[in-house]
């Protein structure tokens, strides 16, 4: 039984069992959410009540011998293992559950032996064939996995997780690899050569500064698979489509979209290829056992590190969520992940979790965020890892946290209305108004979100003076407010509409340092930039921009022509290569243009492969014959 972390299930379990506290079905599944939601020792005490009642229930020792195994008591584990194989000898699905729990805790290698013993007792489990084979992929195994997933097809053809991930496994072979000194990107051929080599770059570059901070290596090459469809991406990872995330990291392999997955300015794609090298690291440095909350909060944590305007920031949801005392505490931070009782809780929890790292890194150090992952290694759970490394109980930790968050958000957390509440299902402000926009605002200058709507409300009918007091009241309220409507994008358009352009670029240097996925905010930043005069800072926008969407060709143009003012000769190669990877309608003239950025780059020899083929393809295309020539002499003994 599996509801896919919908909202109010194990509040519809709890009241079942008000009704009936025997019903041990109900139990079961209370055990195995909490398996899910690492609350081990209510995992193991919902089962024990089952077996008080029926010592002979599979499913509940198979839940106890799963909550023993995670708990790394391999004494207790054995002894509820032996008690289900001697009730069922032949009993593979004790082994599958095992199997399943340690899949859902990021435990992929034990879930590939268990299911290995699974199909050991019973080689007719096509199930336990399934999760063998899906928890290989997930370990990188890839034709290992391939084979048991047809093998259990073909005993059970009506098992959509496994037709899917078949169907997806056919399409492999359209992916191309670009192999790195510790990365096997897979990314399709209508995009890898575009994607390549910004990923490759951005891969090694995170791998440099992750491995030396968290001293850990990843044992062999990690792969990283980059998918243009997220229903494919939604598939390998969960064998369904559907999926909301970006990416997902099984530890030495990692699956996440393609930019062109989703619409442009709605993820950065660099800082999703961050975040999840990130989890490889926490994952491995902790033998996987790191908790979902920690190695959230980690990746968040190095996203913000790894570019100013990456990660997560504050939201009006969260900051609705921290004045009502809505946040989770921390012992119940997973559920935010995995049950969230709201579509806003899991990016409140992403960026609660950060906090909480952001909090013991500057309090404590970076050295206690590896005792931490040491302690997770170990087995102690997170009461345990805290108290012995920050000395803390998770109780007194809560009572800290909230008043750090509270004193750091006092400004923004003054200015934010009260949160929704539900009315007969909706979903209602508890300051409702029939006022128009100014007229609320007038009434509640202090009201961030009262000033922003009257703003937009003025600038959407052309009234732009008037509009931009209260965008500027409202980023005085809310400076990091990080919205794809935040108050420094239409004042930056109103201040570039008087002239002030200046002022303008203020305003976008402001939002795109909250912002990793405001794509017309870098592009309008690069054009004032360079109309300044300040051509590495309009370089450096469009190049960030490309981390957004890197598919239009006219970015690329600007960044050769910025390139090659700035003198930045590999700049002008990487541009120009990129836009003959998105295919131009002038081949020719692009190959020509790649090949004279070669020549100045001081490659001769990859000049010449370049204008060759603009040759072949435009045999009397003069330009290119007179470079061809020029590049003859050069290796004659001339100067090309």
């Known amino acids: 039984m599996d509801f896919n972390g919908m909202p109010g299930v194990v509040e519809a379990i709890r009241r079942s069992l008000g009704v009936d506290p025997a019903l041990a079905e109900a ?4 055990s195995e959410v909490f398996l899910e939601q690492e609350d081990l020792d209510g995992a193991a005490r919902e089962a024990e009540a089952v077996l008080g009642q029926n010592p ?53 290698p034990q879930a590939v032996a268990f299911a290995q013993q699974a199909v050991a007792l019973d080689a007719r489990s096509w199930r336990g064939l399934g999760i063998l084979g899906l928890n290989e992929l997930r370990v990188g195994a890839i034709e290992e996995g391939r084979k048991n997933l047809e093998a259990s097809f073909k005993g059970d053809p009506y098992n959509v997780w496994i037709k899917n991930t078949l169907d997806l496994l056919d399409t492999f072979p359209k992916y191309e690899e670009t192999r790195t000194e510790h ?8 995009e890898s050569a575009l994607l390549a080599p910004y990923a490759a770059e951005l891969a090694e570059e995170a791998y440099g500064k992750l491995s030396e901070r968290y001293r850990y290596r990843p044992e062999g090459p990690v792969r990283i698979e980059i998918y243009p469809d997220h229903a494919d991406f939604s598939v ?39 975040h999840e090298v990130t989890h490889t690291f926490t994952l491995g440095a902790s ?56 579509p806003e809780q899991v990016g409140i929890s992403y960026y609660q979790a950060s906090l909480v790292v952001d909090w013991i890194e500057a309090q404590r150090g970076f050295p206690a965020i590896l005792d931490l992952l040491a ?41 934010v209305s009260a949160p929704p509440i539900e009315v007969g299902g909706l979903t209602l402000t508890r300051q409702i108004t029939t006022e128009d926009p100014e007229l609320r605002a007038k009434a509640n200058p202090s009201d961030f979100d009262a000033q922003r709507m009257a703003g937009m409300a003025l600038f959407h009918h052309q009234r732009l003076a008037e509009a931009l007091p209260y965008f500027e009241r409202a980023r005085a309220l809310f400076p990091d407010y990080p919205g794809e409507d935040s108050p420094s994008w239409f004042l930056a358009l109103i201040y570039k509409e008087q002239g002030k352009r200046r002022q ?11 912002n990793d996925s405001h794509y017309r905010g870098q592009l309008e930043l690069a054009t004032l930039r360079e109309a300044e005069g300040d051509l590495s800072g309009a370089a450096a926008a469009l190049d960030r921009a490309l981390y957004i969407s890197p ?40 190959l020509y243009q790649l090949a004279l950025a070669l020549v100045e780059a001081g490659d001769p020899a990859g000049a010449r492969r370049e204008v060759l083929r603009a040759l072949e393809l435009a045999p009397r295309f003069q330009r290119a014959q007179e470079l061809l020539l020029r590049l003859h002499d050069a290796r004659a003994g001339g100067t090309p």
Request: hydrophobic share 45%; charged share 25%; proline share 4%.
């Open 27 to 30: 139990r079961v599944f209370l």
């Open 56 to 108: 002979a229930s599979l499913p509940a020792l198979s839940a106890l011998a799963a909550a023993r195994f995670l708990q790394g008591d391999q004494g207790r584990f054995e002894e509820a293992r032996k008690r289900a194989l001697e009730l069922s000898p032949r009993n593979a699905e004790l082994y599958n559950r095992l199997a399943e729990m340690s899949a859902r805790n990021r435990l992929f």
């Open 183 to 190: 990365f096997r990107i897979l990314i399709h051929g209508k």
């Open 236 to 274: 390998r990872t969960v064998g369904l489509a559907g999926l909301a995330g970006l990416g997902a990291c099984f530890g030495p392999v990692m699956a996440m979209d393609s930019p062109s997955a989703r619409a442009v300015g709605k993820f950065n794609w660099g800082s999703t290829l961050w």
């Open 287 to 342: 033998r996987q056992k790191v908790p979902r909350w920690f190695t959230e909060g980690l990746s968040v944590h190095e996203e913000h590190r790894a570019r100013e305007g990456w990660g997560d920031d504050a939201t009006l949801e969260f900051l609705r969520a921290l004045k009502s005392g809505a946040l989770l505490p921390l012992r119940d931070l997973n559920s935010g992940f995995v049950r969230p009782t709201n």
């Open 375 to 415: 302690a997770y290694a170990e087995g102690r759970t997170t009461e345990d890892a805290f108290r012995k490394v920050l000395g803390t109980t998770l109780d007194d930790f809560d009572r800290v946290f909230l008043a750090y968050a509270s004193e750091r958000f006092a400004g923004p957390l003054a200015a």
């Open 504 to 514: 303008a670029i203020d305003e976008l240097v402001r939002l795109v340092s909250i």
């Open 551 to 590: 598919f239009e060709p006219v970015v690329h143009e600007r960044l050769a022509a910025l390139y090659t003012r700035l003198g930045d000769r590999a700049g002008v190669v990487r541009a120009r290569r990129s836009l003959i990877a998105l295919d131009p309608v002038d081949r020719p003239e692009a």
